[in-house]
């Protein structure tokens, strides 16, 4: 008879539910939690609508009895939380955790053995966290395979939804899509909502250890489920109890920068394992990096090899020079010759190559108060790296570096590893074998003070907050799709990471591209011409500033190469003063990938800084400075788009100005397409 | 550093590979497979041209060595196969199997112990097909888990793609959509192809048993990889050697028709395994069923039951009246009362309702030489089912039933099965668990002389060739859709089927909706108001009829009410006289999504008949009638649209006329929006 209409379905037996209801401290969000006809749901409502339909809550085991039917709310367990807290590095120094909490333990006693589940809510005024807690108990013994979680998020089918696809082969380095939530299958989170009403929600997950990666699949037109990624040849998660699940998460917010200015992530998070991490010290870089994407230079070491010693240290001497504290140097070691995609046993992670003079060049960057980023490719050979980690992070450790960027560079479901059979596995990205790979070298790099920078990661969870030596991952498209992707990235982009990608926390974008026309200069490489001409970052020369202030990593590359910023060092002046590591950090207007504008003040420096860019639209944006400190002159050091800047036609149009502020003014300027504006506030001693 | 561009990577080690190479009997088509640096892999081409690009083989275990590196081509062996067999009922008599045969073994001694594959390739003139074979031998003892099929199906990412989505909740019933190949995340089979150059492709499997249904996943833009449907708690398959795998089919055209007169995948299905399957008699049936979708009666028992003595008692004396076998009846066991969707432990097999006497019916219809055909809705509680299935097939056989319409409604991922610790696990509908079920039931079934019509199934893979008593099949959007659907069927759905779905086999579209405006009736049930007005069949009247020709079905139902059908006798006639088992059937032409026309020979009476339709724009069409005997004259009873039909506003517009026509004759015939023609051939003695 094919599936029947849903009307035509619903003949629910009445139940005595219970009903516990959690409010935000403010009243504003209110999640309620009932038990109806022996299922778990909860639902989510702000300023009195609902947000979150009523969605299911359990989960289901291979072995053991789960947590579906004939659940009864046994118990509820209330507290409430404001405390704040301090970031050794961060976009801001102070973080308030306010928060109103829920325990609700769920038993069940028919279909099989009596057991127990607590589902943790937190409800903070800018959204809430939930996470299941398993204590040991006599029903679930043993190992536990957890086969689904039942976590449902229901949006409703017509609310918009910005996202990327979850089930495709470059993780998670697609274009944002937006479409009706009802004509979504898969998607990444943080996923970014607005609902019919003009709320705005972001869902995500906190915490994500011990588990694997959460993905939203959609169930039922509007409402998505907790899709767990498996491992390859077995459950979604391997466990036992006791065991706690990572916090989903449901930013709530009015106007759409308000999903920026939460902290709900952050603060679902354990407070920092590591103690001192003086080592993990924000900062700004250079690298050898963007002359191998524009085809200049080779990873390989043949004639066009890019880590030598002798362009190693033009770039020291550049960072030195500049300011920079921070020298980045891909393609130093072995295994780059070959086939390396696919096939990462062939990475050595303690042999340069002979034209890279790893300990020399050790020395020189330190005699210039420059340090080396060691960069180690994986290309998500999980087994190479681990039997290679700690002599690895010994070398980096002994030429005195304290930052590694890694990379695993594979198709989304080849990572490998290998068992002691000598069986290859090939698993997800963000599998659970993945997410505890990470953590076993964030751990060995911890104990080494050493601080990690990872590329082609599992997505950001705030694990920050735990574990600060892990500072800045990629987990979006970067800017190397700039120089070879198809279609490089949209001029919607920038605007558009600024709600979705950076709610989960820090991106090493790897901006400011000043060349902007790389087709117009020659061929470096006979071998490799220069590819197609709309290869190139698709915004005005002020939008590239603009960039330093509204996407936040706290290692933050000035990405092109010397030369280019020589030919342009009134620009350039921006990206020296800038700083990476903030007090504070306010998203002041903006919408959905249409235009951001960010204010930020520097933590040591206290001067702030302001960042506005655009989509393909020009605008004219008018912007209160009230975030300045009352009563108090600034000089505002003003990289704008100049009268007839235009993304494509004329990006290199820029005014760079100074005036006098104060936080009683409001800043008026006119964005170009695809541009921006970028400012610099000296406080007028 | 993020991928990198695919040109940068390509560092293939020269390596010495095996090529060998098969080609189709007319020698069209070629299959060239090869060793290429330790990966197995296949391509193919059509009159020259490559169809397929160079596409891997393979497969990966949980616990032992898989395939995938270090392979060489060990061995091989050459048949060739020219034979004819018969079916007991189908869409043509006699089938031709002509087949060039190249079974090529892999071997690998790297990476693990020396193990081997057979991959046995079958060439066809209308196509290929493909599937692994693995012997026992001592690396790969004991239970194999396959976590992954490496096969790849590489069409190139701007062939256009026909197909339904296959990571969605409602099963394989969906609009068909269209897109390039390199836009297309995950698709049902058959899926269905025309390159760049105007080729058709159709990509399917034949033979789908111990084993799980195969999709397609895009691994990269237009190359997709089998994705075979996993057990909800662990791999992909669960099997041992030796085992097989289902052929991976790919149809191969120069006209859309092409793929519809071609039979590789009951060529590739095994020979009857029944014996005598003389009780699965194709015919035609009505039923209690339209009622109920809408909303005129209820499965449940209340007021507006539709199973009752007195209502079934006037199926039978229709059907009787005007030449039906069979009366399908929903409804008439116990179980719809409460909330049965996800919950089908309610059903049971064996217990009628009180208002509907299944002995005396059974009487009745007998005496009016009709059958009953028993519905078994299981809402995809498999274990409630297989509990119950041998009393309820015992119940079916001693009340002189040989037909069994089950169905399967549940979401995607909610096949239950619970296990002897009575733990519930969920599965999906095309899970090896189900292919399992499935066949249990089939079994079941022909042991008791049952032939089975499955709703909401897996989909059809030839099968019906092994066990013919599995007779029919849904596995796509049925008629249903057109009572409740959001939307309904589009003015293209017919003519889509034909070139996509009805590629794997018979499809139980329960045709023939005489009432097109069921919302100017006034409700039944008060309770249950007429639904939108767009809910009706977007086709005019002749386009019912022509579906009887177009659309294959051995059971093929009259699917609307009596009374609707006595009011509208002149164009019944048409469905009273065709048949529903056949001669030949021949796809005369006809465009995918656009329009088709068939012609098929009744086996009993010899008469042709043919049926012709169109999507949404009208069209006239010209067809030879070479297809009928030489020299003999026909009367030919057409009913065509009318001069000013059209489905929406005037869909009742139709011309009953009588000709005379010859083999020699052309067709000429307008087609009205969403319109068809219905033709009887009858041979002038």
Same mark, same amino acid.
């Given at each position: 008879m094919a599936a029947i209409s849903w009307a035509a379905m619903s003949v629910a037996a009445p139940a005595q539910a219970e009903t516990l209801t959690l409010t935000s401290p403010d009243g504003r969000i209110a999640v309620t939690v009932k038990d109806d006809a022996g299922q778990a749901t909860y639902a989510v409502s702000f300023n009195g609508k609902e947000v979150i339909a009523p969605s299911k809550l359990g989960m289901l085991f291979a072995e053991h009895h789960g947590f579906e039917r004939g659940m009864a709310i046994t118990g509820s367990a209330r507290a409430a #939380? %404001?405390?704040?807290?301090?970031?050794?590095w961060g976009e801001r120094r102070l973080v308030r955790d306010q928060h109103n909490e829920l325990a609700v333990t769920f038993g069940t006693e028919t279909d099989g053995p009596a057991r127990n589940i607590t589902v943790r809510f937190r409800a903070f005024d800018t959204g809430i966290g939930f996470r299941y807690e398993l204590t040991a108990q006599p029903a679930l013994q043993g190992d536990i395979a957890i086969v689904e979680e039942l976590t449902q998020f229901s949006v409703g089918d017509k609310t918009t939804m910005w996202y990327t696809p979850s089930d495709e082969f470059n993780r998670n380095e697609y274009i944002y899509r937006v479409a009706p939530a009802g004509e979504v299958d898969d998607a990444h989170t943080p996923s970014t909502f607005r609902t019919t009403d003009g709320t705005y929600l972001a869902i995500h997950e906190a915490a994500l250890v011990n588990y694997s990666s959460m993905s939203l699949d959609q169930l039922r037109p509007g409402n998505f489920q907790a899709n767990l990624r498996n491992w390859s040849g077995g459950p979604k998660v391997k466990t036992s109890a006791p065991f706690t699940s990572p916090w989903r998460t449901i930013q709530i917010a009015d106007k759409a920068v308000g999903l920026i200015n939460s902290d709900i992530v952050l603060n679902l998070n354990e407070p920092n394992a590591l103690g001192d991490v003086s080592y993990a010290k924000p900062g700004k870089y250079i690298g050898i990096w963007w002359a191998m994407h524009i085809n200049d230079r080779t990873w390989a070491s043949n004639k066009?090899?890019?880590?030598?010693?002798?362009?190693?240290?033009?770039?020291? %001497?550049?960072?030195?020079?500049?300011?920079?504290? /921070?020298?980045?140097?891909? /393609?130093? #070691?072995? /295994?780059?010759?070959?086939?390396?995609? #696919?096939? /990462? %046993?062939?990475?050595?992670?303690?042999?340069?190559?002979? %034209?890279?003079?790893?300990?020399?060049?050790s020395k020189y960057a330190a005699s210039k108060g420059v340090e080396l980023i060691v960069h180690h490719e994986t290309s998500a050979n999980l087994t190479n790296y681990e039997k290679q980690l700690e002599a690895g992070l010994d070398l980096v450790k002994a030429i005195g570096s304290n930052y590694v960027k890694t990379g695993y560079v594979s198709d989304a479901g080849d990572a490998v590893w290998i068992d002691d059979k000598g069986i290859r596995h090939y698993e997800y990205y963000d599998s659970q074998r993945m997410i505890d790979h990470h953590m076993t070298v964030i751990k060995a790099a911890a104990e080494r003070q050493i601080a990690m920078d990872t590329h082609e990661p599992v997505k950001d969870t705030g694990l920050r907050r735990t574990f600060p030596n892990w500072m800045s991952r990629e987990g979006a498209r970067g800017m190397e799709f700039n120089a070879w992707g198809t279609p490089p990235n949209p001029p919607s982009h920038e605007a558009m990471l600024s709600f979705t990608a950076l709610l989960a926390g820090p991106f090493d974008y790897t901006p400011g591209i000043f060349d902007l026309r790389p087709n117009e200069r020659p061929p470096v490489r006979p071998d490799m011409p220069r590819g197609d001409p709309k290869n190139r970052p698709q915004t005005t020369l002020a939008k590239q500033l603009a960039t330093y202030v509204t996407i936040y990593s706290p290692l933050q590359m000035a990405a092109d190469l010397p030369e280019n910023y020589e030919k342009r060092m009134d620009a350039f002046q921006f990206i020296k003063d800038v700083e990476a590591d903030w007090e504070q950090s306010i998203a002041l207007d903006g919408e959905v990938g249409q235009w951001i504008a960010m204010a930020r003040q520097g933590r040591k420096s206290k001067e702030w800084f302001l960042g506005a860019l655009t989509d393909e639209s020009p605008r004219d944006v008018s912007l209160a400075l009230s975030f300045l400190e009352p009563g108090r002159k600034y000089r505002a050091q003003i990289y704008r788009d100049g009268p007839h800047a235009h993304w494509d036609y004329n990006p290199y149009d820029i005014v760079i100005e100074e005036k006098v502020v104060t936080g009683g003014d409001s800043f008026a300027v006119h964005l170009a397409a695809s541009g921006g504006v970028a400012v610099r506030f000296i406080p007028v001693k």
């Open positions: #939380n %404001d405390t704040t807290w301090e970031q050794p066009y090899h890019g880590a030598t010693t002798a362009e190693t240290k033009r770039y020291i %001497d550049f960072a030195a020079k500049h300011g920079f504290s /921070g020298v980045l140097v891909e /393609g130093w #070691n072995k /295994g780059w010759d070959g086939d390396w995609f #696919n096939n /990462g %046993d062939v990475f050595s992670f303690t042999e340069p190559y002979p %034209d890279y003079d790893i300990k020399g060049l």
